[in-house]
Nanobody, 130 residues
């Protein structure tokens, strides 16, 4: 069984910063990538950022480009999301997810598609006050 556990969420004022962490544990598996997604009340889940587990290449949604940075620590099986210059519209439940490699295929670029992620964390609340 695979578990993804997020931490680091909370309440912050507009313009502030938060750093989210997501640790993968349980059954060992090869990853193509790990990603961050968010869902605001009344809206669908949306892609935020993803990072290739092998070469560290990244992808970002336009709405967060230049403000958010995704990174990984392979030794700790952890992915991070540094969020700067937060805005009230960033308020949402943030979830991390893992795209498992299905041998013999390897996805070269980190996927931005929700349906290509196999394992999901429970999510963590981020609230940005104005």
């Amino acid at each position: 069984q695979v578990q993804l556990v997020e931490s680091g969420g909370g309440l912050v004022q507009a313009g502030g910063s938060l750093r989210l962490s997501c640790v993968a544990s349980g059954r060992t598996f090869s990853k193509n990538a790990m990603g961050w997604f968010r869902q605001a009340p009344g809206k669908e889940r949306e892609f935020i950022a993803a990072i290739s587990w092998s070469d560290g290449s990244t992808a970002y949604a336009d709405s967060v480009k230049g403000r958010f940075t995704i990174s990984r620590d392979k030794a700790k099986n952890t992915v991070y999301l540094q969020m700067n210059s937060l805005k009230p519209e960033d308020t949402a439940v943030y979830s991390c997810a893992a795209d498992a490699r299905k041998a013999p295929y390897t996805r070269v670029a980190p996927s931005t598609r929700i349906d290509e992620y196999d394992y999901w964390g429970q999510g963590i609340q981020v609230t940005v006050s104005s």
